[in-house]
């Protein structure tokens, strides 16, 4: 239905959903996987790529389109869908991340931040009120309230973000305008159980119409984040969507979706194939590698991508070796069908009642499945 | 027909020409612009993007695939058709015009060309015989003599470059091998008519199955460069295809049609693209100016490519600005779309018989001819 948010639940295997998620632009059919268009630009790819791999929702960072080429030209140009020419459902971040880890000289208050571009130096301040403005004038389908991330760690520093993140929610709520965007609050806290229990518990008490799980595949152990995710699984309401932000490998994805979850996304498929490494399911290639120098076949020989159905290995590291951009291409789109793939493959388990068997057997194809993770890449803007 | 090359004129209109070029990878449609594909990839695009825009001749560059990944490894690869995935025709230069301007420290005699890589400095030797083996390794449908290129105002130069183009072009019919490749015999000599002549009568009275110009476009005026087409054109035979090499702005692709010119390649609109530059039916836009940062319209309204139906001027300055490889992408389709195209309408002109008119109209149009021309971009590798 346009212009109507729903979220309804088709199936369940143990904590595992099947979902759809209506939006304005379509249904979203969960879980899934969405690549990562930190600058209104999957990196490239076209849209019309983006299309043929399969993916739905496409992600856009608000602090970088807020910075360049701001929020108010993106409007006037008649929002995202049209700037980017992406006619299906987009998802915005709420630019917390990016002010913690990319802006220079930055000071938190209670009001919300200041901070230097990292683009060239220019001082700006984003507080719950000017960033739910942001991204009504960006006009994603799905948008995200103002959190602040802190270092996994540092239980101090996790409380008083937590406190601020919950304060800044209410105040995202009360900013909102616009009926036609869905509103995600932000569950904090770190790795620590009781305030990922305090924040999922407080943030499921308003009113958002999906969660978003936040802080997470930040630095701390897989182990660590699971356990997260089961705190947060036990407090969220099982009827709204929940999405775990900036994760996304393969293993990742299996391990979110045992744990509730309905919807990832990461820089980590074109980062990846920027630095020449494909995802395959049974681990990572990477392509520089002379022993593909005179290889004929596909990345995956069952992978049904435009890249695995019209181009060999050794093609591939000729790309790579003689700097065609070409290469980026070909791998991004290898790599995000992976993921976009395999949520497609995670939901049909599920419908089914195999996803138990379908996990296991995933992991245990991978050949390193805890060393392959990219941590610490997945969080970043791409 | 498969395997069998033929070359038909289907009309005229004064010394413009619209034929039909059989080659055992299908038939070409002339006259054509060919987009190039310097190392076995046409910079920034997929094959998928090629066929949609409407390319139907690739080139690729004999030089750079004997120096990486090697002629050896592409034939092992099942030839450049099949390692770059064009199932359509191919043409590959000889390999001259990249020895005597890429190159470092040539060593040139009666026999061939003594040179060391551009990319790791490792000494080459290329005779007639070794190109036309390179060649033959590649396997595309239309291969290049071995030539000698001279700047075009030394005289005595060129007359040593043309004998010596003239005695390679015997050793390179007599050492050909594959029946499934038709070999051009290129013409040189500068910007001196007698000498293009003399190039011209002695090519074309061997049995060449095309004839490829050569030497023009590497620093010489337009008059000049007319001139020589003229001459040219007087002296080759009318039923063999001509190729005028490394030239293509659209100003150019009229001109040359008007002087015989059946062929056509050039870097030009993938380097434009990747300079933030877009080919237009009037001349140059330059997208990262700031006049197009709020400009909803598409580089040209009148194009039919992928990037004119999709996006806003607005957009690409962005993805400019924003230095996302995409900008590149799309600036390739439009500027290549650009050049595929005009050469397509100006085959159907020739066929209604409105080709003069077509062409005067054309070049009223560009608000400024002989200033957007490209001089010295057109003939490098890409």
Redesign the interface.
């Known amino acids: 239905m346009k212009n109507k948010f729903t979220f309804e639940i088709v199936s369940n295997q143990g904590r595992a959903r099947a979902g759809i998620l209506n939006t304005p632009h379509g249904p979203l059919l969960t879980p899934l996987f969405a690549p990562v268009g930190t600058?209104?630009?999957?990196?490239?790819?076209?849209?019309?790529?983006l299309k043929e791999l399969g993916a739905s929702l496409i992600l856009a960072n608000t602090y970088?389109l807020y910075l360049?080429?701001g929020d108010e030209?993106v409007a006037?140009?008649?929002g995202l869908h049209a700037?980017?020419?992406w006619d299906g459902p987009i998802l915005t971040d709420s630019g917390g991340y990016q002010v913690f880890s990319l802006a220079d000289s930055r000071r938190i208050d209670e009001e919300g931040v200041t901070f230097k571009s990292h683009i060239d130096g220019s001082l700006h301040r984003l507080t719950p009120e000017k960033v739910i403005s942001i991204e009504e004038n960006l006009g994603a389908d799905i948008i995200m309230a103002f959190d602040e991330c802190a270092s996994p760690y540092d239980r101090d520093y996790n409380e008083r973000a937590m406190k601020r993140t919950h304060a800044w929610a209410e105040r995202c709520l009360r900013a909102k305008t616009r009926r036609d965007q869905a509103l995600f609050g932000i569950v904090q806290g770190g790795v620590f159980p009781d305030l990922r229990r305090e924040s999922a518990t407080f943030i499921s008490s308003l009113n958002f119409e999906g969660h978003a799980i936040g802080g997470l595949s930040v630095g701390e152990t897989k182990a660590e984040m699971h356990a997260m995710l089961e705190v947060v699984d036990e407090v969220l309401p099982t009827q709204k969507p929940r999405y775990l932000m900036g994760v996304g490998t393969p293993q990742d994805l299996i391990n979110g979706v045992l744990r509730g979850v309905d919807i990832f996304d990461c820089v980590l498929p074109t980062r990846l194939a920027r630095h020449h490494a494909a995802m395959t399911r049974t681990g990572r290639l990477n392509l520089m590698n002379a022993g593909f120098?005179?290889d004929?076949n596909p990345i995956d020989d069952q992978c049904a991508c435009?890249t695995c159905r019209?181009?060999?290995r050794?093609?591939l590291r000729?790309?790579i070796?003689?700097r065609?951009?070409?290469a980026?291409?070909?791998l991004s789109i290898h790599n995000l069908f992976t993921l976009v793939n395999l949520a497609k493959e995670i939901r049909q388990a599920i419908s089914v009642g195999i996803f138990d068997q379908f996990a296991a057997d995933y992991l245990s194809r991978l050949e390193d499945p805890e060393n392959n993770d990219g941590a610490g890449l997945s969080r970043e803007a791409d």
Chains 1, 2 share one sequence.
Do not use: C, D, W
Request: charged fraction near 10%; avoid cysteine; charge should be positive.
């Open positions: 600058q209104a630009a999957v990196k490239a790819t076209t849209a019309a790529q970088h360049r080429p030209l006037e140009m008649g700037f980017m020419n120098a005179r004929p435009y019209q181009f060999s050794a093609y000729h790309l070796v003689a065609e951009i070409l980026g291409t070909l």
